[in-house]
């Protein structure tokens, strides 16, 4: 739809304007910058691509190219056009100073963003109206270098382009009903509105689409396509969900000829089939979207809480809370300077205990993006909020993060981020908790911070973290031979994340590295070990990303992706057991924290490969791991269920043993599959089982030595693994 639009511009503009049916080039230039001014920076984009391809000397259109590029996501090609600007310009336009700025912070080279933060500034005038916003970024990007360390009790994703378009996806609502149900709101093509203007009219060259509210379902861990509410709920104007009563009977949501003013309204639902039964407004409303107010979220059926900007606030957008007492709502109550500032507050979220609040904010003195998203716990002695902490990343990004709201499990949490890899303009994510969050646990007595009365008390739990690169010891890389080279690979440890790629993790993969560049023969699989430290699902993916971390590192020093193999193997083969008599072994839970390698194609070089042998101590044995390398050393089958580019959400890897993640560097797909069988018919029945449980797709995978074998390569193995014609047999 984007292209077919474009390209009716491009008819339109040139029809228009004489003499130009014989220099369509000018005529991208002309279309390109009329929707440059008009911010479609993606349409711009195009257009402006294709002029300078026949004109590359124009250096204006080069800055605009960068400057599309940025709000178009593509940060590497901005980069490159800015720079070139800079490089090149004889006197440099404050803006590319701005959006190197920009970009940088946007992809978390805070210094660098600082830098040119600081050259705009110093090329504008003193009273420029910009110097106060761009002094924000800076203390943004201070933020970002104190708040990026990564968090290792959740996990982030975006929500894939099943569920987001290229345009504005946002406002998260789950399903009261249903678990596996997700309600939004997307402006994107084919919505009821078409494109329209910022007043409402219709606009099809510079408009932009209206806003409808879609649902989604989750089957076997993937989200299905995202599909519109039925007419009459959709219509030309805008509308946007705010929230559900209890039941998931009524639905509140917003309708306006813009997504800023217009009125709320209530809908009510048979449960079983949303079937509209009625319209109606909702009665003697506390707030006023076409005086500003906005950002409604209902606690319950009677506390709702929103944003305004109404006189009295603290500065920008304020939240407030109301309550519906004896049929009518109070007065919207501010709630102070703790959580308000002289910034925007946005978002409110207000967790089952009603002592814990989640917001979005863009002050500069805590954020490190635009919004942020915020938490604040509200005291109960001293009947005050606590200082609202930073969510940090990968919660947070240098863009705005917004809409946050949690399941009622407290295992998941859905927001709304414009983050720069993303699908589009705004997207959905998701958030993934090892453990459920406290306060979705329970409700309180009283049931929110506005009617507190007794003081509850505080739980603190400490973490003790184990110590790295158990064994340690000054070694050589490489063993010298008098005969043929001999190469001595040994395994990485790691505390947590950030230390996967240590000095001394560098160290021990020396002789690794060097075998690899020397011999572009061989190939590499990377096997992902940890301890159990949450959900299967967690312990997996945080794996996978550990052993991201090793292949990115090899990658950068001159490994070509496609020789490396990656295996997410979370807690499954544990080599030592993290418990003695019911207390934690911390030797134990440090050799479990641990990254494995393998080389492929030795027997065919001139080379020695040694692997170090991991000390155990006896009381400690544990034999999975040798159950893992035996079963993958020749012929084993895995049964695969799921290959999706985000984490795979479903019971069935918590129910069935030997779950796994596989991706091939530099692939954004990850296979999961499940069980370790040397036979055929194993792996099938397993496969049967899984279909039987509602498993779709599930197919069996044939592994020689640990890696996948294709289909060209199974008469080549059949001879040597008889049982590979069994499989032949059965499958096509």
Known sequence: MKQISFLFC????????????????????????????????????????????????????????????????????????????????????????YYLGKTNHARKSFKQATRYYKSYLASIKSNHPDRARVKDDIRRCANGIRLTAIEENIIVENMGSNINGPYDDFLPVLSPNYDNRIYFSSVRAGNKGGKRNEKGHMDQKFGRFSSDIFSASQYNGEWSVASPLTSPLNTPRNEILLDFDNEGKVMYFFKGFTRFSGELLVDTFKNDHGELLFFGTLDDPPVQPEEGDRQISFYNDSIMLFSSMRPGGFGGYDIYITSRENGVWTEARNLGPTVNSAYDEQSPFLAKDGRTLYFSSNNSYTSMGGFDIMKAEYNDKTRSWRAPANLAFPVNSPEDDINFKMSKDGLKAYFASNRKEGEGESDLYAAYYKSPQKEQQRYSNPLVFSMIVTEEPEQSTADVAPTANPDKETRPTKINSNKIPVYKIEPVFFTDNNDVISSGNKSDMAALLEALIAYPELHLSINSHSDQQGPTKFDLYYSMKRAEQIADYLGEHGVSRERINIKGCGAAYPIAYTEIDGEPSRKGISLNRRIDFKLHGVETLPIRVTEKEIKVPTSLRNFKLRFFNETMNGLAYKVQVSAIKQMYDSYIIDDYPDAMIESNFGSDVYRYTLGLYQTYSSAEQLRSELENKGVSGAYVVPYINGLRCSRAQLDTFAESFPDLYEYLKHTN
């Open 10 to 97: 491009i008819l339109f503009f040139i029809s228009c304007h004489q003499g130009m049916a014989q220099n369509t080039t000018k005529a991208y230039k002309d279309i390109g910058e009329a929707f440059f001014e008009r911010e479609i920076y993606d349409e711009a984009l195009k257009a402006l691509l294709i002029y300078h391809k026949r004109k590359p000397g124009d250096i204006d259109i080069k800055k605009k190219i960068g400057i599309c590029s940025y709000h178009s996501n593509d940060l590497d090609q901005a980069i490159k056009f800015l720079n070139y600007v800079l490089e090149n310009e004889k006197k440099t336009d404050p803006n590319v100073y």
